[in-house]
């Protein structure tokens, strides 16, 4: 099916490509299936909604933010998302770009996690105060 | 919504699983314990707030990409 998108214009993608979050992810619940895009040669990864196109996050893999970013899920989310096995998680961090890049942030506290096996997602909320929700991206002189 | 008068080590049930204990009183604050199932998420409020401002704020944002990517490459 083709997708009309914020950053791409049209796309065409596989409707096996789709990502469900069964919640949508909070400020935007309406909104449930998104695909992920990523561009090499931006270097980001593009979570765009299928159904609104102008409903695009901008992500990067937060292992490329800090070095050992690790979590424990909560066993809500690994039954919502039918998670059998750790490997089977891909984890985005949302990116908060205002119009001064130098000053973007990135969500460490509340990652998109998804289960790669079944394509169903969840924007998590971590325990604990080990992660920001405003991670400089950034060292002060970029 | 149901409001509840309690003093200091009274507690609240919630069903059978969750509990909700006031530990301290003080002039301004209250601290309150809570025993839940492990698979219930309990959060402070204000920090779903903050997920949802987080996020809308991104969504709003109207970066130039192709000007992003070139000043990051620098």
């Not at chain 2, 009183?25 to 309990?42: L, N």
């Not at chain 2, 109207?62 to 990517?69: C, G, I, N, P, Y």
Request: one cysteine or more; a negative charge.
């Amino acid at each position: 099916m083709t997708i009309k998108t914020k950053f791409f214009d049209e796309i065409e993608i596989d409707e096996k490509q789709i990502i469900n979050f069964v919640d949508g992810i909070p400020g935007f619940p309406e909104h449930k299936q998104y695909v992920i895009i990523n561009d090499e040669e931006l270097g980001f990864t593009f979570m765009q909604s299928v159904d609104e196109w102008s409903l695009c996050f901008i992500t990067l893999p937060p292992a490329t933010l800090v070095g050992d970013y690790s979590f424990e899920l909560s066993d809500e989310t690994v039954e919502k998302l039918e998670l059998e096995k750790p490997e089977d998680v891909a984890t985005f961090a949302i990116l908060n770009i205002p119009e001064d890049f130098k000053k973007m942030t990135a969500n460490l506290r509340a990652p998109i996690v998804i289960n790669t096996k079944n394509n169903k997602g969840i924007q998590e909320l971590l325990d604990g105060d080990n992660y920001s929700m405003k991670h400089q991206v950034f060292k002060e002189d970029v | 919504m149901l409001v509840l008068a309690r003093k200091k080590d009274e507690a609240i049930l919630i069903g059978d699983e969750i509990e909700i204990i006031v530990t301290e009183i003080s002039e301004d604050k209250v601290k309150i314990g809570i025993k839940a199932p492990k698979h219930m998420k309990v959060f402070r409020k204000e920090l779903l707030e903050q997920v949802k401002e987080e996020n809308l704020q991104s969504a709003e944002s109207k970066v130039d990409l192709k000007a992003l990517a070139k000043a990051i490459k620098k």
